[in-house]
């Protein structure tokens, strides 16, 4: 199972105030997944403030199993991700992943949810705790 061809994957993060967007793109699998999330917990514009992830232009094929991973690799960095999550994403087949993620996220104390529209996503960021 893979992609053909190489991985092409990038990310800008934005500090904005309390807020820092992370825009993905690419072709995603559990490494670099992986990595992207170590990525992020260093990047000190990320750290300990709430997280617009807009994976919108994202092609994956993690499984269910590769998205609990992931989450372990989140957990592994509380400093980085002790802020809230908002998954921006598209209704597609990767949306129900976000979804596991989210679920996933929330039993391990993480406050994480996915959106399909930006403006939401936003104001549940700015909202009360």
């Known amino acids: 199972m893979g992609f053909p061809g190489p991985l092409m994957t990038s990310y800008t993060l934005l500090p904005l105030g309390e807020l820092a967007r992370v825009t993905v793109e690419g072709q995603f699998d559990l490494a670099s997944t992986q990595a992207l999330v170590l990525d992020i917990a260093r990047d000190a514009g ?3 403030k709430n997280l617009l992830v807009d994976i919108r232009g994202v092609r994956s094929r993690l499984s269910f199993p590769d998205v609990y ?3 372990q690799v989140v957990l592994e960095h509380p400093e980085a991700y002790s802020g809230r999550i908002a998954l921006l994403d598209d209704y597609n087949a990767q949306f129900e992943k976000a979804q596991f993620f989210e679920a996933s996220s929330s039993v391990a104390g993480i406050q994480a949810r996915t959106f399909l529209e930006e403006s939401e996503a936003i104001a549940w960021l700015h909202g009360p705790a």
């Open 69 to 71: 991973r992931v989450v």
């Open 46 to 48: 990320a750290a300990g």
